[in-house]
């Protein structure tokens, strides 16, 4: 139920579509109602029991009997001015005429139906998509990236299809039959009281059955999330899966997925369909009894009901049985949409751990010192960082050396906060970044890591970024400093070519240089280099590590580099082992410690 109020906001800001939906839909089901009832002059036309009322009744009002008396009048007339065959025609034309005007009202409900179910819509997906954003990198080493697209696509278009698409039902569907159920007291109390007794019984077989439908739906659902996962995976590593002729290994993988998901759908879909065949009979049960009972009434003559009154209080009748049918289908549907509704909220809902404090302190630029702080780390059981106290005065560049997963890329992840420390803490000019506003605290840093991670956009707004309004200008400044002038002029649309899925119409060199142009763009006072150069070769590493030299001018700098010739003339020097800082120093005196850095740089030159 919480869950139903929880998507109910979504539509609140759309009430007044849903207003205009309900008042159409009064009008086509009062129409409806008419139309109905038009059979009862028919068959007293056609067994001539039309009672001759050849006066005109003396005023009209608007209520039943005036209605019936009016109407009586009317078809007198035509009887005796024309004959029983214009009459029966008469009846049919009207027939057609509400019937026009009911399938028009309900055409006019579902126009105004159309934005709220497609807002509703967008707005969850808009609402996820935020989220998204703003959730913490830690979140989604924990989750799948397919299943995240899978919620934010399929489970989305399933409250659509399933409840919001019942929704509409539960507007229309209890007009109908509180309008038409008030139409059969009027006609007879009696008979309607013995309806009323029977329906509730029915309904409750009905509910019974939906009941595991939530249940499957969402392993359903989750299977969904493991095959996108797949799809995803697989296009990313097409050159690798061909290479290692793994075809038929990633196909399997796919099929054992995809079957699961069938099994699981082929179980929700057999169960969904007995909803309609099952109503389908008790609603045939429920009406004979109607039938029986009713024909009783009226062969024993009480209750004031004739036999064309049985048989339009039957129509009527029918006529809620269909939507008394929707609203079973309803609550089937609606369990199975609730699943996906939870996995939507899960992520809606799920926990930003990176918090900011409600009065974050005031950030003006960086003025003095980056300070780590006994700072401790783990991601899950093991420290990964162990102890770490670093200060870092501006202006200096630290490089941060040691062997591949001894902590270097998560050391320099906390500082803009990708992470929070599990002990000690980290100062920008003395205040602990936890008490800062994280996007002034984001501000403050330009990053270019190993993968430079670029966006299927030309290189214009690739490189314009992180500004709102960049001017050409400044990007062709930026990409002049990035050394990344050259190539991009010679480029087909010069900075407005695109530069294809993740830069990959780019070389690695040239890719790592538009990354620099960005950070470049940015201007950030201090700058962290993540192995900005280890995946390239040479010559393109010259290129960049003079770009990177460029950038580092002014700017306080972290570097971690995998080749050790490129930080001899920084500051300092940290030297990490299994998350700890064994050897800190300028580059000639930790060759003169023979310790680590002597055997790291030893280790090196025998490569090169
Ligand atoms: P380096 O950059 O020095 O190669 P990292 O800082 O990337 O090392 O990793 C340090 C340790 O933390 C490694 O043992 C690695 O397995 C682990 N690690 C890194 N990222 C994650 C993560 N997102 N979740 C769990 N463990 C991680
Ligand atoms: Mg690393």
């Not at 299977?223 to 002729?245: C, D, H, P, Q, Y």
């Not at 002038?485 to 890719?511: P, T, V």
């Not at 080749?563 to 998350?579: F, K, M, P, Y």
Request: a positive charge.
């Amino acid at each position: 139920m919480k869950r139903f109020l929880n998507l109910f906001r979504f539509i609140v800001p759309y009430w007044a579509y849903a207003v205009l939906n309900v008042i159409f839909n009064i009008l086509s089901a009062i129409a409806a109602l008419f139309s109905t009832l038009m059979v009862i002059p028919f068959l007293r036309v056609l067994f001539e029991r039309q009672e001759i009322t050849a006066v005109k009744p003396e005023s009209f009002e608007l209520n039943a009997n005036s209605i019936q008396n009016y109407f009586n009048y009317f078809m007198a007339s035509i009887i005796n001015d024309y004959g029983k065959t214009t009459a029966l025609i008469t009846v049919c034309i009207l027939v057609v005429g509400i019937t026009f005007l009911k399938t028009g009202f309900k055409y006019v409900a579902n126009y105004y139906m159309a934005p709220l179910r497609n807002n509703v819509v967008r707005d969850l997906r808009r609402k996820i998509f935020r989220k998204m954003v703003v959730l913490p990198l830690s979140f989604f080493s924990d989750s799948k990236k397919g299943d995240i697209i899978s919620r934010i696509t399929s489970d989305v278009q399933e409250v659509e299809q399933s409840i919001i698409s019942s929704l509409a039902m539960l507007f229309r569907d209890p007009i109908t039959i509180i309008l038409f159920l008030v139409m059969l007291i009027y006609m007879s109390p009696q008979l309607t009281l013995f309806v009323l007794i029977m329906l509730p019984i029915s309904t409750l077989l009905i509910g019974r059955l939906g009941k595991n439908l939530k249940q499957k739906s969402l392993s359903g659902q989750k299977r969904m999330g493991t095959i996108i996962s797949i799809v995803e995976e697989t296009l990313n590593g097409l050159r690798i899966i061909k290479a290692f002729n793994a075809e038929n290994k990633i196909n399997d993988r796919f099929d054992n997925t995809i079957n699961t998901y069938n099994r699981i759908m082929i179980k929700i879909f057999r169960r969904r369909f007995l909803a309609s065949p099952l109503s389908e009979l008790l609603g045939t049960i429920v009406m004979v009894t109607v039938m029986w009972y009713g024909g009783t009434l009226v062969l024993d003559g009480k209750g004031n009901l004739s036999g064309e009154a049985l048989i339009a209080y039957l129509m009527i009748f029918y006529q809620i049985i269909a939507p008394a049918k929707a609203f079973s289908t309803a609550y089937f549907n609606i369990q199975k949409g609730l699943a996906s509704l939870t996995r939507i909220d899960e992520l809606i809902d799920a926990d930003i751990e990176i918090k900011e404090i409600k009065n974050p302190v005031p950030l003006e630029g960086f003025k003095d010192s980056i300070e780590y702080k006994n700072v401790t780390f783990k991601y899950e059981q093991d420290k990964v960082l162990k102890n770490i106290n670093l200060k870092i005065e501006k202006g200096k560049t630290i490089a941060i050396v040691g062997h591949s997963g001894s902590g270097k890329s998560t050391m320099v992840d906390l500082l803009p906060r990708f992470y929070d420390p599990i002990e000690g803490e980290i100062l920008i000019d003395g205040v602990n970044i936890k008490n800062l506003k994280i996007k002034e605290l984001r501000t403050l840093m330009g990053i270019v890591s190993q993968d430079s991670i670029l966006f299927n956009d030309t290189f214009f707004n690739n490189i314009a970024f992180s500004k709102d309004a960049a001017s050409e200008n400044e990007v062709v400044e930026a990409a002049k400093v990035a050394n990344a002038r050259e190539f991009i002029e010679a480029s087909k649309n010069d900075y407005h070519f695109n530069i294809g899925d993740k830069g990959n119409k780019l070389s690695g060199g040239q890719k790592q240089r538009v990354s620099i142009a960005r950070a470049v763009l940015k201007n950030p006072p201090i700058l962290i280099l993540d192995e900005a150069t280890s995946s390239l070769d040479t010559e393109s590493e010259r290129l960049v590590q003079e770009a990177l030299f460029e950038l580092m001018k002014n700017r306080t700098s972290l570097v971690i580099a995998h080749r050790l010739s490129t930080i001899q003339n920084a500051d300092e020097i940290i030297v990490l082992h299994e998350g700890e800082i064994v050897e800190r120093g300028t580059h000639t005196e930790l060759l003169a410690k023979n310790g680590h850095y002597k055997k790291l740089n030893e280790m090196q030159n025998s490569t090169n």
